[in-house]
């Protein structure tokens, strides 16, 4: 576990897979659960390293003094207490650091780019969150609206986009700023000619100060930002990540649900081609107690990867191919659609794959009370219209908040927290 106060990082080797939450006297602070191979280490050393362990998950913990942890403005000692110790198996030590992450108002944003998921920690989620809550009472003609005037953000689209485009242009509009856009760059830019991706990029970021870009090529986001002096978010990137779209997703499922921790959610239609559902899987699994259920057609299952990185991550999964059985335990059921685009010519695992699993009212009639549906949209048919009234149908609220989340990448890649 490592802990956040101040300038130092509390380290605490967990044994096995046990975490446990951590709260300070006057608020959470935040904390990872990380899985270190250190070994048994004894006594708690003031300063016992400067070389940060490599962390992964977050939690936090109810009474900090029943572990024998005390707390200062200024400084953090570790006591030892053998009875505590002893109850939850947990050696000890403390580790200086000069690099940690401010979220205090005017400090620079940490991160450069938005490329994938795996970048963020559930710190960072939450720090985005409010300021995604501040987004949302930005009205017309107040400051707020005004704080990116001066700055323009260019939009780079090889593939067809109309919520992800137009939030985005929405966004930086409605905080003051201007937008060059592209609408099919794949065969209205000059790629069409057989220019590179990174002369593109060159080129477009001496007309720019940030690059919202959708591409084909999965991995073409990191090439961009490995190019671009300016930042780079990545708006999809062929079958890889969506990580702006994870992050709203997150966002609504806390609004909806009313909490992270805890949850159970089936990810639904096309795993394997499904961008949204991978960084998803990523954000999920920050949190704790998650369970994921993965329904969909054989040609189109959850690829290894993720669920290997769940497994890490100590994160329950389990496949499933009964929608009904699945959606009666879950808080959320994310929809996706069966992706057209991604099979080529091979048209019948297309046509085998589409409509095998589509929520309905029947679907509907099993889900618990304070459930709720979600899909990234577009949508064809994997989601009857006959939902749409249904109150546990959050999928148009979901795409309303990818304008709040996208308002608060945005100021932040631009001018900092």
């Not at 109850?87 to 780019?113: I, M, R, Y």
């Not at 978010?233 to 966002?251: E, R, T």
């Not at 329950?316 to 959606?327: F, I, M, P, T, Y």
């Amino acid at each position: 576990m490592c802990l956040t106060v101040n300038r130092l990082i509390f380290v605490v080797v967990m044994s096995g897979s046990s975490s446990i939450n951590m709260y300070s006297g006057n608020g959470a602070v935040g904390a990872k659960v990380m899985r270190s191979q250190m070994g048994v280490m004894s006594g708690c050393p003031e300063l016992f390293s400067r070389k940060l362990v490599n962390c992964t998950r977050f939690t936090s913990i109810s009474n900090p003094n029943s572990l024998g942890f005390s707390f200062s403005a200024k400084s953090l000692k570790c006591e030892s207490n053998g009875h505590a110790l002893r109850k939850f198996g947990v050696p000890c030590h403390a580790v200086s650091t000069n690099n940690l992450v401010s979220f205090s108002a005017g400090q620079k944003f940490h991160l450069e780019d938005i490329i994938e998921a795996q970048q963020f920690d559930r710190e960072t989620l939450s720090a985005i969150f409010e300021v995604a809550k501040q987004m949302e009472k930005v009205e017309k003609g107040s400051p707020g609206s005004e704080i990116l005037k001066g700055y323009l953000m260019a939009t780079l689209f090889y593939e067809p986009s109309t919520r992800t485009r137009l939030s985005f242009e929405s966004a930086m509009k409605r905080l003051g700023g201007e937008v060059l856009t592209t609408e099919n760059a794949r065969e209205f830019s000059s790629a069409a000619k057989g220019e590179t991706l990174e002369d593109s990029i060159r080129t477009v970021e001496g007309y720019s100060d940030i690059i919202v870009m959708r591409h084909f090529e999965s991995g073409a986001a990191k090439r961009a930002a490995a190019t671009a002096g300016i930042p780079v978010i990545n708006a999809g990137d062929g079958p890889g990540q969506h990580p702006s779209q994870a992050l709203l997703d997150v966002y609504t499922i806390e609004r909806e649900i009313g909490k992270l921790d805890g949850i159970t959610v089936a990810l639904v239609g096309d795993l394997a081609n499904g961008r949204t559902v991978r960084s998803l899987a990523y954000l999920l699994a920050k949190y704790n107690d998650v369970k994921i259920y993965f329904v969909a057609p054989e040609v189109v299952r959850m690829k290894d990867d993720i669920k290997d990185y769940l497994t890490s991550m100590n994160v329950q999964w389990e496949e499933s191919a009964d929608l009904k059985e699945v959606a009666s335990k879950c808080d959320i059921v994310y929809q996706t659609r069966i992706q057209r685009e991604r099979f080529g010519e091979r048209v019948d695992l297309y046509e085998a794959a589409r409509g095998k699993y589509i929520v309905d009212r029947e679907v509907l009639n099993v889900m618990p009370k304070h459930a709720k549906v979600m899909h990234p949209l577009p949508r064809l048919d994997e989601i009857t219209v006959d939902v749409d009234n249904d109150p546990r149908a959050a999928y148009f609220r979901q795409a309303k908040n990818g304008l709040y989340i996208r308002m608060a990448l945005l100021k932040l890649l631009l001018l900092g927290w």
